[in-house]
């Protein structure tokens, strides 16, 4: 149980386009979604996180008109690149919280901007 | 506000060995802690956690974990390394409200 899926895992995308990324809680509904990013042997960097019906909370520094995050029902949470440049290539990893304290991670999504 | 101090990048240790990865923390309210693994490409896989209660925490694979409150520590052990341990650990501390913050993380590598 408990799983959480990414799609896709692996884009590659040219300059100046958008990509969405889809996370969906397979088998839970999650009232709260979380958005990390991942840079090369680095930690998880907390981009936002997204209750369903409602607009996503960013952390400061993260553009939202950038990182549109939309959580439409309780088992999906996208994140779209908007204009993604070759900065914007990482990792971005999902999270889908059932109850408070328990996040379940999806696999990731390796983003490559060119 | 929480924080996540993993002291030590990268450690190396023989297979059959004791492995140590140090974790400490800092929180102002109660913290409940985790600790993760990730594999190359893949996203983060639960190993234990600790909320309230025992101290001693059992996780998956023989992982167990100690809370030790005054020394702000949640260090992360195993008797006996397998390859199959190789990979990438993150401690992490949450204030109870899902405002998960995760240390930078250790690679773990085990020599045959």
């Known amino acids: 149980g408990a799983v959480v899926s990414q799609h896709p895992s692996r884009v590659i995308c040219k300059s100046g386009t958008s990509v969405k990324i889809e996370c969906r809680s397979l088998?839970?509904?999650?009232?709260?979604m979380f958005w990390y990013r991942q840079f090369p042997k680095k930690s998880l960097m907390l981009m936002a996180t997204s209750n369903e019906g409602s607009k996503a909370t960013y952390e400061q520094g993260v553009e939202k008109d950038k990182f549109l995050i939309n959580h439409a029902s309780l088992t999906l949470s996208t994140l779209t690149v908007t204009s993604a440049h070759p900065e914007d290539s990482s990792f971005y990893i999902c999270?889908?919280?059932?109850?408070?304290?328990?996040?379940?991670f999806g696999p990731g999504t390796r983003l490559t901007v060119l | 506000a929480q924080s996540v101090t993993q002291l030590g990048s990268h450690v190396s240790v023989s297979e059959g060995a004791l492995v140590l990865l140090r974790c400490n923390y800092s929180s102002s309210v109660p913290p409940y802690l985790f600790w993760y693994v990730q594999y190359p490409n893949q996203g983060l896989q639960l190993l234990l956690k600790y909320t309230t209660g025992a101290t001693l925490v059992k996780g998956i694979n023989g992982f167990e974990a100690e809370f030790k409150k005054s020394e702000t520590s949640f260090h992360l052990t195993k008797p006996s390394a397998h390859m199959s341990d190789a990979a990438e650990y993150f401690c992490a501390v949450s204030d109870g409200n899902n405002d998960m913050r995760f240390g930078a993380g250790t690679r773990l590598t085990v020599k045959p």
């Open positions: 999270s889908a919280s059932p109850i408070r304290n328990t996040q379940y």
């Open positions: 088998d839970f509904q999650a009232t709260t």
